[in-house]
């Protein structure tokens, strides 16, 4: 292929959505409804309504039973228990308090919710939903004229004196050259996540890494280091297996770290599996049959009527029972997964970035919004937060769109600028010799995974990854691609890279530990000198760091210090 044998096609639109799951299906659908005027296009790089995680997981929503609860009292216990008081409280009660509205929406759209709720925690509790949840939504976009593209990814925003202009990107079938122009731009493209866990896989940080060179804001990047318990034979998510951790010599070590059953796994719990392998008494093995949460692992199957993912579950318990054992085995050994779960996109409360017009929702901001606190997010400690957290904020940011668009007039397009992102896309295509992105993401996962380097941190060893950081920096500079899928496995791997020196740089600013965030050589929770958000941004090529106070003299639940 030459290079003039790409073509170019222009598009105009009052909004752009980039990327076609639950969030952004969310977004497109209430821009629609509130503003039906308003011409949306989704763009995807793979196929709207099978995209991103939430018709590939568990299939759960947060529920808040507000006839019992208020979002006080869960934001009461949420701050002290789980976020570390990083949390933005105010943005926090509006979900709590908005739950049945946002239920009443998904059920409006199409999505069916059986209504048996099933207790996590605290204040807390999970409706299951089926996995075709984002099929029945492109169903309603599509009846309100939301248009989409298909397998075509964005690879870079374009912005005019501090504000969104549009987008440009590739089509991984045929190689086209995209330029969208809009008015105001909806980013829910995912998280980061690594390429590791199969469940969470699909989040490849690309819209991280496109927001990070348009000038956007980062926050909370060094809250991207999520893992789950897996069993070793099928790697297989352990859901609370957690609160029945035993060692090999069958002494209970979930008491060393839990004094009661929580929402979700703490990293403590992987610390605790790291310092006990540390100390020679591995393997650590799950006891299901101790604890109702664990005892039933084919609950999924019967607890709610989800007939469409039915077969999927069924498929994988097969699976994994073929190599774990059946349901009943006295005990499994595990093993610490890493997933990532970085989502540092910075975001307002109306969902807006840093660059006026650039909207996000999902998990590309729920970090960055601050909402979840010390935590990845998702899913924030908190079962189902991840699905119903993309629908809040794709809503709310929908809602400010459709308001506000028809007052916008379309941005200039820097022409020069389109030809060199252009250029940058396509660079690996013409490369003679160089690395794959499967050899990159090999080194990079290398890197991530082991607990030491990701969950239970150190200076040196984080020092020592960022060394290790920068050598992948010039590998990455030969990426090569032989076709259009490979050319967006290069960028992918990329926009990888980047998240992981992003996570990396703030771990090693953030000098204490909070929520998830464990540091080795600084234990303690530092309310005087770390009660901040950690905010990166693109100066003249090189990472900046800044602090940002979180503004706890307006917030409900102040840490004790300041009571």
């Known amino acids: 292929m030459n290079k003039s044998d790409i073509k170019t096609e222009r598009v105009k639109t009052d909004v752009l959505v980039v990327g076609g799951g639950i969030a952004g299906l969310t977004a497109a659908v209430s821009v629609k409804e509130e503003n039906p005027d308003a011409d949306v296009l989704i763009v995807e790089k793979q196929t709207t309504g099978y995209a991103g995680k939430a018709n590939k997981g568990g299939g759960v929503l947060q529920y808040f039973d507000l006839e019992n609860t208020t979002p006080e009292s869960f934001n009461e216990y949420h701050a002290n228990a789980v976020a570390g008081y990083l949390s933005n409280q105010n943005l926090l009660k509006k979900y709590v308090g908005m739950n049945n509205i946002l239920l009443e929406k998904l059920e409006s759209w199409g999505v069916k919710i059986p209504r048996k709720k099933i207790p996590t925690g605290p204040f807390t509790y999970i409706f299951g939903v089926d996995l075709d949840i ?172 989800r007939p469409y993912g039915l077969p999927f579950w069924k498929i994988d318990f097969e699976k994994g029972s073929s190599v774990d054992g059946a349901e009943g085995e006295e005990k499994w050994e595990v093993v610490p997964g890493f997933v990532g779960e970085q989502s540092p996109v910075k975001v307002d409360e109306q969902m807006e970035t840093t660059i006026k017009g650039l909207y996000a929702a999902g998990d590309v901001c729920y970090g960055g919004s601050c909402a979840a606190g010390a935590v990845p ?97 010039e590998t990455a500079k030969n990426l090569k691609a032989d076709d259009f899928h490979y050319l967006l496995s290069c960028h992918e791997a990329e926009a990888m890279l980047l998240s992981a020196e992003m996570q990396f740089r703030a771990a090693l600013l953030r000098k204490e530990s909070r929520g998830w965030f464990l540091r080795e050589d600084y234990p303690n929770m530092d309310n005087k000198e770390w009660l901040k958000w950690i905010v990166v941004e693109e100066k003249d090529g090189k990472m900046n760091f800044s602090t940002e106070d979180v503004p706890i003299n307006d917030y409900q639940v102040k840490p004790p210090m300041f009571e």
């Open 134 to 305: 984002t099929l029945q939504m492109r169903k309603t976009a599509t009846k309100l004229g939301v248009k989409f593209i298909d397998k075509t990814t964005i690879s870079d925003l374009l912005t005019d004196n501090g504000e969104i202009a549009g987008a440009v990107g590739y089509s991984i079938l045929d190689g086209t050259f995209h330029v969208f122009e809009a008015k105001k731009v909806m980013l829910a493209t995912g998280s980061q996540d690594y390429r590791v866990a199969p469940m969470w896989s699909c989040g490849r940080g690309d819209g991280i890494a496109a927001a990070y060179r348009a000038g956007a804001q980062m926050r909370n990047a060094e809250f991207g280091n999520f893992a789950q318990l897996f069993r070793k034979g099928s790697n297989r998510e352990c859901v609370f297996g957690e609160q029945v951790m035993y060692d090999a010599y069958g002494e209970n070590i979930t008491k060393n770290f839990r004094r009661f059953p929580e929402a979700d796994i703490s990293s403590t719990a992987v610390r605790e599996w790291y310092n006990q392998m540390q100390a020679g008494r591995g393997p650590i093995y799950l006891h299901p049959m101790e604890s109702e949460s664990t005892k039933n692992d084919t609950m999924m199957f019967y607890i709610w009527d």
């Open 377 to 473: 997010a998702p899913p924030g400690r908190n079962r189902g937060s991840g699905i119903l957290n993309a629908v809040f904020n794709g809503y709310i940011g929908g809602i400010e769109i459709a308001k506000s668009v028809g007052n916008v007039e379309f941005k200039k397009i820097d022409e020069a600028k389109v030809e060199e992102l252009k250029e940058e896309a396509f660079a690996p295509l013409f490369r003679k010799e160089g690395v794959s992105a499967i050899e990159l993401i090999d080194k990079i996962q290398d890197i991530m995974c082991p607990v030491e380097n990701s969950v239970y941190m150190s200076e040196h060893r984080i020092e020592k990854c960022l060394e290790k950081i920068e050598k992948l920096k």
